[in-house]
């Protein structure tokens, strides 16, 4: 049976859970069920998943039973569809078997992940069989890391547009977000700070370019991007922000997989928008002070079980609906020209528009991104759907990428 002929297009997996459900309600709300997109439902519980179904209003949506601790279930899987949503994490703990079973199936595959030790430990366990099957492994395909990689992937295109060369450096700056923190994006990073001791977690955690690894590169420092200061490219005050550890290293592995497209010694650096210096230096105190009590095991455990979101935790429909986020891009060549682009979400980053985002990833992949453009391996957003990505999500899912 080739790819094109399986029986589904794309499976949710983990349709059961809070972000699952968004997903499989927005494949129903966008596409139905008897469209041109044969989507099914996934999770290990047929009970829970016929209620989700129910409330969704998709009561005939095919349902798929599979687990994460049972392989066969998975390979099955695998092998029913072309590609998979998953949204089962933290994928330190519950992602591997799945992505297996899609490297071995050459099924297409796009997660949530924000773990950098999850991705490059599947770069060095899956990369070599997804080549040889075909299977498009892709990883950060919510707010980790869509904006950013596709972002810095479009105002390099600008530049090039206008400067003739990519821009050596470009700047990343969250000037707006509201949404609601991430139950699901908590335990992933406590489930990295859980492991913090193994020697290789402190390695990916400790090296930008960790998910970009190539020994015959001869590539720059990077900005630290912890120090809170005035920008005077962004015009603004700007300090740490908290997912830039994830999206700096998918940007960099983007760079890699498309030949340095953006050169050897390109920089990048992301850090979010202040009113004014006390609040940039606010934020930075309060960061520092989260890290660390993440860090020290007593301190984690309490925060974890009384003060952070579980997983599954997220905000209600209001609250989905009224976020938003809007993000500024500026790219600077060596001779001190630049240019600068928005991307923009409509709805709150880390659940409505994630949920929209990832679906629209795994269609891109299924559709849109033949396996001459973009062959087996473990990839980036960006490097494996750049324009046809972007194309989609301006279409379909809210979010706009435009020159500023």
């Known amino acids: 049976m080739t790819k ?28 139905g069920i008897d469209g041109n ?27 798929v039973i599979a687990d994460a601790s049972d392989p066969k279930s998975l390979g099955e899987m695998a092998r029913s569809t072309r590609a998979i949503i998953t949204t089962v994490g933290p994928y330190q703990k519950y992602g591997e078997p799945l992505v297996a079973a899609c490297a071995a199936a050459g099924t297409d595959y796009v997660d949530l992940s924000g773990e950098p030790p999850f991705m490059r430990a599947m770069i060095d366990q899956h990369s070599d069989q997804a080549r040889e099957t075909g299977a498009r492994i892709v990883h950060s395909c919510g707010f980790d890391s869509i904006p950013f990689d596709l972002g810095v992937f479009y105002v390099q295109r ?47 955690m400790s090296d930008i370019y960790s998910l970009a690894p190539d020994d ?17 490219d962004a015009k603004k005050w700007v300090a740490p922000f908290v997912m830039a550890a994830i999206n700096t290293r998918n940007v960099h592995r983007s760079n890699m997989l498309m030949d340095y497209a953006y050169g050897e010694d390109f920089k990048y650096s992301e850090m979010m928008a202040a009113p004014n210096a006390p609040a940039a230096f606010a934020i930075a105190g309060g960061m520092g002070a989260g890290a660390g ?17 579980k997983p599954g935790d997220g905000p209600n429909e209001r609250q989905r609906e009224n976020g938003f986020y809007k993000i500024l891009f500026i790219a600077k060549n060596k001779d001190g020209d630049s240019i600068s682009a928005i991307v923009k979400g409509d709805r709150d980053p880390g659940y409505g528009s994630t949920s929209k985002m990832i679906a629209e990833a795994a269609l891109c992949l299924a559709f849109d991104v033949s396996r001459k453009e973009t062959p087996g391996g473990v990839w980036s957003p960006a490097a494996a759907m750049g324009e046809k990505l972007i194309e989609r999500l301006e279409e379909n899912a809210g979010m706009t990428y435009e020159a500023a």
């Open 4 to 31: 094109d002929q399986r029986k589904y297009d794309v499976i949710v997996y983990g349709a059961s859970g809070f972000t699952g459900r968004l997903v499989a309600e927005y494949l129903n709300q966008s596409y």
């Open 37 to 63: 997109v044969r989507w099914a439902m996934a999770g290990r519980n047929a009970g829970k998943l016929g209620e989700v179904a129910a409330v969704i209003g998709a009561d005939a949506a095919p349902l």
């Open 158 to 204: 600008l530049a090039e547009e206008k400067f003739g060369a990519p821009a050596s450096e470009v700047k990343c700056r969250v000037l707006a977000m509201k949404g609601g923190a991430s139950g699901g994006t908590i335990a992933s990073a406590l489930a990295t700070m859980e492991n913090i001791g193994d020697p290789f977690v402190r390695k990916v």
């Open 216 to 232: 015959n590169a001869d590539r720059p420092r990077q900005p630290a991007g912890n120090s809170p200061h005035y920008d005077r």
């Open 293 to 309: 009590a993440l860090l020290f095991p007593p301190t984690r455990a309490l925060l974890k079980n009384t003060v952070l979101p």
